[in-house]
């Protein structure tokens, strides 16, 4: 059976705050989605989303984790 929806929530909200990523369209470097979503607009989910290559881009960028 998959994990609990608790676990994974608490796994994504981690994720979030704590992995660093990459905008490859410009080069900007950020701390964690969390930042780059208070810089860019673009929301950290639908970066993560891209990162774990759900989605080919976030917000017309493409993301990738450093």
Same mark, same amino acid.
């Given at each position: 059976m998959g994990k609990p929806v608790k676990q994974i929530y608490k796994e994504? @909200?981690?994720k979030k705050r704590k $992995?660093?990523?990459v905008c490859?369209?410009?080069g900007d470097v950020f !701390?964690?989605?969390m930042a780059a979503e208070r810089k860019t607009g673009i929301w950290a989910t639908?970066?993560?989303n @891209? @990162?774990?290559g759900k $989605?080919? !881009?976030a917000g017309k960028k493409?993301?990738?984790y450093v």
């Open positions: 994504i @909200c981690i $992995t660093p990523v490859l369209t410009n !701390q964690s989605a639908s970066i993560l @891209c @990162c774990d $989605t080919s !881009q493409e993301w990738a």
